[in-house]
């Protein structure tokens, strides 16, 4: 078992803000496990090696994700521009149309999130989302602005969501998994 995961690019990071063990599984296939002050670095590599058959599976996984998902073209900072554009101008179509409104939205490198929406309505996107298919896009734009309404996760929110997507938000939640982030910070 100690094989295994010498093999594996294990990276053991210390932590401040950390209350709990966490391993997490960079786009390179590194393993990052985070430890919070309190835990030794024994009782951590144990963590990992308990974890092992979760590992090997999250990492087949990554690998037939990539070998499923075509290289994406990369794009220039002029068509970057244009696409921030383009959904710039969908999110305000969205808003006007479902009454929805925003206060700002910004479009960024975000490690792990496709959007957010802060509590004071302002609206995050993944500069990423450029390479997803449109309505995958659109998804993401109506999810945040669902956020306008209901700030979490709540059944009334994926019961708004829902409305917006033509009943589809669940199918796209599944397909939106297919993808990962090109980009990186």
């Known amino acids: 078992m100690d094989e295994t995961i010498q093999q594996l690019n294990v990276a053991y990071r210390r932590s401040r803000r950390a209350r709990n063990l966490r391993i997490t599984i960079a786009p390179t296939q590194a393993v990052i496990v985070t430890v919070p002050l309190h835990v030794s670095l024994e009782r951590a590599k144990e963590f990992v090696r308990s974890k092992q058959a ?11 994700r990539d070998k499923l998902q075509p290289q994406q073209p990369q794009l220039s900072r ?16 969205f808003s006007s149309r479902y009454n929805l409104p925003y206060r700002r939205a910004t479009f960024r490198c975000q490690k792990t999130k496709w959007g957010s929406c802060s509590s004071h309505n302002h609206i995050s996107l993944n500069i990423n989302i450029a390479f997803l298919p449109e309505h995958l896009q659109d998804y993401i734009l109506l999810h945040e602005l669902c956020h306008i309404r209901h700030k979490n996760h709540s059944k009334q929110f994926w019961g708004l969501l829902n409305q917006y997507c033509g009943g589809r938000a669940k199918e796209f939640v599944k397909e939106l998994k297919k993808h990962r982030m090109r980009i990186r910070v």
């Open 78 to 93: 002029e068509e970057l521009v244009k696409t921030q554009d383009d959904l710039f101008s969908r999110l305000e179509n």
């Open 54 to 64: 979760w590992l090997q599976k999250h990492l087949c996984r990554i690998q037939e």
